[in-house]
Structures are given as C-alpha cells and as structure tokens.
C-alpha cells in the first residue's frame, strides 16, 4: 500500500510539471482524469482509459498537451470516455497516419464527431498551419465528421468540417477549443463577439487591410457589370454600416456585420440591411439612398472584411490602405487624378496646423487633405499636451469641431465623409452637392458672411471655365465681372 502510495504522488509530480504555455488547470484536470481512473501512470508511461486503451510516453512534451486535451474534453466538455479512441488509423491517407483524438458521437464508436490534431506548446506557426491541414486531412477521410480541432496548449484553433468544401479554411473558422460545445450541443452561430479578447474583431495591417478592401469592392463592381461610381458608392455604404457595427455592438454581443454559420445569404442581406438603416438614422448626412446590392454580393462582402477592426487602426496605417485604393480605383476607373501623398503632406508640413486652427478645403475630394491635416495636428497634440488626461478628447474634438470641407460631386462627398468617419468622425462638417462658389450652405459654419477659418488648404481643380449663369459652378452666387473683361 505504502509502495502504490509513493508511485502515485511521483506520478501526480510529473504529471502537474506541463511545458511553459499549457494552460495551468490542465494540470489539475490531467490529476482529476487519474483520480476518476481515466488515466493511468506506470513510470513515465501513460495510460488512457477510453473506449480502447492507448499507453504513450508521458515524457514527450506532445503527449503532455494531448493528456491535458483528454482530460478537458471529459471533464469540462462532458465527453464520454467510452466515445473517445486515441491513434486512429485514417483511411485513405499515405503514407498511413493517424489521428490524435477522435470523438465519436456516441459509445459505439460509429461516426466521428471531432477530430483533434495536437501538437507541443512551442510548435512554430508553419507547423501549425500544417497541422491544421493534417486535421482537415483527416477529417475529411473519416467522413461525416463535423468539428476539427488543433491545440498546442498556448493556441488553439476550431473549425466546422461538414457542409464545407475541402480546403475552406476562413469562414468554417469558429474561434478556439473553448468554443467546442459541451456534449454535442449547437455550436454558436457566430463567430465574432464584441468584448471577447479571443473571437472579436482585431486591426490589420495597411497592406492586408488594402488588399481585403480591394477583394470586397472588385465583388461589387464584377469587373465591370457595375460603373465604378455606383459600385464604389455600395462599398462604402456597407463599410458605413461596419463602422457602425464597431462602434455600438455592447461587449458580450456578436457583431451584427458577420456571416453567421450556415446562414443564407437571404438571412445576411437582411440582417445588413437593418443596420445600415440603423447607421443612417444615427447618421443621417451622409446616405439616404437605401443599399441596393443583391444579398449575395452583400453576403459575400461581408465574409472578406469581417474580420477587420477597422476604427481601431492608427491613422497612419488606416490612411495609408484607403489612399492607395482611392487612388487606383478613381485613377483607373473615373478618371479623377487625386493630390499625391507627398505633395498633400507637404503643404500641410508647411501651413504647420494645430488644435487651435479652423481648417476648410473648399474642394474636399475624397478628403486627402483634411486626413493629412487631422494626422499632423493629432501628432501635434500627443507631443504638446503628452501625459495630460484629456488628450484623446482633444484629438476627438479637433477631428469632430475643427475640420471643414465642401465637395460639389455627391458620391465623391459621400466617400469624403466616410473617410473621416472611418477617422474618429469630423464627416458631419462637409457640405456635399455644393462648390466654395455658393453663397447658401446647410451648415451655418460655412457662410462666407461668418468666416471662422484660419487654414484654407487643398488642391482646387484649375483649367475649368466658368461662364455667367452656369447654375452648376456658381449654384446660388452670380459671376460679376470687371468693366472692360469679357465672359471667358
């Protein structure tokens, strides 16, 4: 009795000794599985008691994780130990490999429910992408099964096997091992939970950011089946409706911008459509034309950008992915040339902006000009003003009181607007469908009667003629002319 006594507590040493980066309580979930007799130590051997016994070395900091998974998967998760078989030979695979896990859906062992792949704590992350499509691999060739799982202790990942193709690996993504449900219940519809530091949504850098935002705007134009401006206006009416998303999703909720499991398009499209209609109530300068894209070409946008936090980029990066797409697509598509970057960055270097400047480009644009002056003045403010508790209210309020713009193209005001929308606001100051030559302007900020603008800055479209009576430039002013000149 004394002998076992002393095997049982070297054992209980080693076995509560995990590699850095396991999680701590499998440790007293690997004792608990000993305690309830699902394991079993002789040495450095363990012993796992399921539906067929398998003995490995306990030594191998592998097996430490896979006894660490067996254990949670019973006695958190509820799995039957009956239902459970470790090494599982995989048909149809060469060279013959085998599977870590496999949880079937009952005792009888019949039909695989999960599979999991396991791997050490200190796995690189190539080798867990390879892991990843071992556990697909053998998903697949065990037929109907449903899950799949791959966990080195520190990292996990789930996904959803059934009703997907082969090599999906995006949108049957459904968060980590804590989102397995417990003894076969629904998995959660969605994915995407506002709050949840595992499975919300994360900023990107520019580059992924730009190539994702251009994928979701080559759906909507369909290389050409759309005009450009109609298919540029439907983007950033979705990303209007994302940003919204962003910012009034409570934490603990999922985001309502996200393609839930198995959901319709129909279902999606709908679901959308209602939060860009909450989006324009709350912001009602900017859109008032409803979304007119079909469910599937919304559904489908939404899978691309998802994923992305957008409103928690810094400036820099956020500007600089939406620039470069500005660029491209208004250069290539509409045949509109917009001020480079450098130049745009340079004049403002020069004008020297700060928080205490009223700043107004009388032709706005996409608004290059006044992001590049919101950029310098917010760095203006970290550096004057760094440690003091209201900084961050001053960059808001500079951004929300002291930017101003006039665009006289509609769906090029739209776009301005978001943009500063996308840059913690400001878009409520541009006044749309109106030129720097109008008298009259919704905004009362605006009247040239009451000029409180200490920065005028951008890059006015030069060569154009304007002519006497030409509603178009001059909106509600008149064209008076010198004695002695002409009508050009």
């Given at each position: 009795?004394?002998?076992?006594?002393?095997?049982?507590?070297?054992?209980?040493?080693?076995?509560?000794?995990?590699?850095?980066?396991?999680?701590?309580?499998?440790?007293?979930?690997?004792?608990?599985?000993?305690?309830?007799?699902?394991?079993?130590?002789?040495?450095?051997?363990?012993?796992?008691?399921?539906?067929?016994?398998?003995?490995?070395?306990?030594?191998?900091?592998?097996?430490?994780?896979?006894?660490?998974?067996?254990?949670?998967?019973?006695?958190?998760?509820?799995?039957?130990?009956?239902?459970?078989?470790?090494?599982?030979?995989?048909?149809?695979?060469?060279?013959?490999?085998?599977?870590?896990?496999?949880?079937?859906?009952?005792?009888?062992?019949?039909?695989?429910?999960?599979?999991?792949?396991?791997?050490?704590?200190?796995?690189?992350?190539?080798?867990?992408?390879?892991?990843?499509?071992?556990?697909?691999?053998?998903?697949?060739?065990?037929?109907?099964?449903?899950?799949?799982?791959?966990?080195?202790?520190?990292?996990?990942?789930?996904?959803?096997?059934?009703?997907y193709?082969?090599?999906?690996?995006?949108?049957?993504?459904?968060?980590?091992?804590?989102?397995?449900?417990?003894?076969?219940?629904?998995?959660?519809?969605?994915?995407?939970i506002?709050?949840?530091?595992?499975?919300d949504?994360?900023?990107?850098?520019?580059?992924?950011?730009?190539?994702?935002?251009?994928?979701?705007?080559?759906?909507?134009?369909?290389?050409?089946?759309r005009?450009?401006?109609?298919?540029?206006?439907?983007?950033?009416?979705?990303?209007?409706?994302?940003?919204?998303?962003?910012?009034?999703?409570?934490?603990?909720?999922?985001?309502?911008?996200?393609?839930?499991?198995?959901?319709?398009?129909?279902?999606?499209?709908?679901?959308?459509?209602?939060?860009?209609?909450?989006?324009?109530?709350?912001?009602?300068?900017?859109f008032?034309?409803?979304?007119?894209?079909?469910?599937?070409?919304?559904?489908?946008?939404?899978?691309?950008?998802?994923?992305?936090?957008?409103?928690?980029?810094?400036?820099?990066?956020?500007?600089?992915?939406?620039?470069?797409?500005?660029?491209?697509?208004?250069?290539g598509?509409?045949?509109?040339?917009?001020?480079?970057?450098?130049?745009?960055?340079?004049?403002?270097?020069?004008?020297?902006p700060?928080?205490?400047?009223?700043?107004?480009d009388?032709?706005?644009?996409?608004?290059?000009?006044?992001?590049?002056?919101?950029?310098?003045?917010?760095?203006?403010?970290?550096?004057a003003?760094?440690?003091?508790?209201?900084?961050?209210?001053?960059?808001?309020?500079?951004?929300?009181?002291?930017?101003?713009?006039?665009?006289?193209?509609?769906?090029?005001?739209r776009?301005?607007?978001?943009?500063?929308?996308?840059?913690?606001?400001?878009?409520?100051?541009?006044?749309?469908?109106?030129?720097?030559?109008?008298?009259?302007?919704?905004?009362?900020?605006?009247?040239?009667?009451?000029?409180?603008?200490?920065?005028?800055?951008?890059?006015?479209?030069?060569?154009?003629?304007?002519?006497?009576?030409?509603?178009?430039?001059?909106?509600?002013?008149?064209?008076?002319?010198?004695?002695?000149s002409?009508?050009?």
């Amino acid at each position: 009795m004394g002998t076992r006594k002393k095997r049982n507590e070297s054992a209980m040493a080693e076995v509560i000794e995990l590699p850095h980066g396991v999680p701590p309580e499998w440790a007293e979930l690997i004792a608990e599985a000993e305690r309830r007799g699902h394991l079993e130590f002789h040495g450095s051997r363990i012993c796992y008691k399921c539906a067929k016994s398998h003995e490995e070395n306990f030594s191998d900091p592998e097996e430490k994780v896979r006894a660490g998974v067996f254990a949670w998967l019973i006695l958190v998760k509820g799995y039957s130990p009956a239902a459970i078989k470790l090494e599982v030979n995989v048909p149809r695979r060469t060279p013959s490999d085998y599977a870590d896990i496999v949880v079937y859906t009952d005792d009888s062992c019949r039909t695989p429910y999960l599979v999991v792949e396991t791997k050490r704590v200190d796995v690189s992350k190539s080798d867990f992408r390879q892991a990843i499509e071992q556990a697909f691999g053998n998903a697949n060739s065990l037929r109907d099964t449903k899950l799949a799982l791959v966990d080195c202790g520190s990292r996990s990942a789930l996904y959803a096997v059934a009703g997907y193709p082969p090599e999906e690996r995006h949108q049957n993504l459904l968060g980590t091992r804590d989102d397995l449900p417990k003894e076969y219940d629904d998995i959660s519809r969605f994915a995407i939970i506002a709050g949840d530091p595992e499975h919300d949504i994360r900023p990107l850098s520019a580059a992924d950011t730009e190539n994702l935002v251009r994928r979701a705007h080559a759906v909507i134009w369909a290389g050409g089946k759309r005009d450009p401006l109609t298919a540029f206006d439907e983007w950033s009416k979705l990303l209007f409706a994302k940003i919204h998303d962003e910012r009034h999703t409570p934490n603990g909720q999922p985001r309502r911008f996200q393609v839930g499991r198995n959901e319709e398009d129909k279902i999606v499209g709908e679901r959308i459509r209602a939060l860009y209609a909450d989006a324009q109530r709350k912001n009602p300068s900017i859109f008032s034309e409803d979304l007119k894209l079909p469910d599937d070409k919304v559904a489908q946008v939404v899978r691309i950008i998802q994923c992305i936090a957008f409103t928690q980029m810094d400036v820099d990066s956020l500007g600089a992915a939406f620039e470069s797409f500005f660029g491209s697509i208004f250069r290539g598509e509409l045949g509109q040339y917009f001020t480079r970057r450098e130049i745009v960055r340079f004049v403002c270097a020069l004008l020297e902006p700060s928080d205490r400047d009223k700043v107004l480009d009388p032709t706005a644009g996409s608004g290059g000009f006044l992001l590049e002056t919101l950029i310098q003045v917010w760095h203006y403010i970290e550096q004057a003003y760094a440690g003091q508790p209201d900084l961050e209210r001053r960059k808001y309020d500079f951004a929300k009181d002291c930017l101003f713009g006039i665009e006289i193209h509609e769906k090029l005001g739209r776009i301005c607007q978001t943009n500063l929308m996308l840059h913690k606001d400001g878009h409520t100051n541009v006044e749309v469908d109106r030129s720097c030559l109008d008298l009259k302007f919704r905004n009362p900020y605006l009247d040239p009667e009451k000029p409180i603008f200490t920065l005028v800055v951008g890059n006015p479209p030069f060569g154009d003629t304007v002519r006497k009576g030409d509603r178009d430039h001059l909106g509600d002013n008149e064209l008076v002319l010198r004695q002695g000149s002409s009508a050009g």
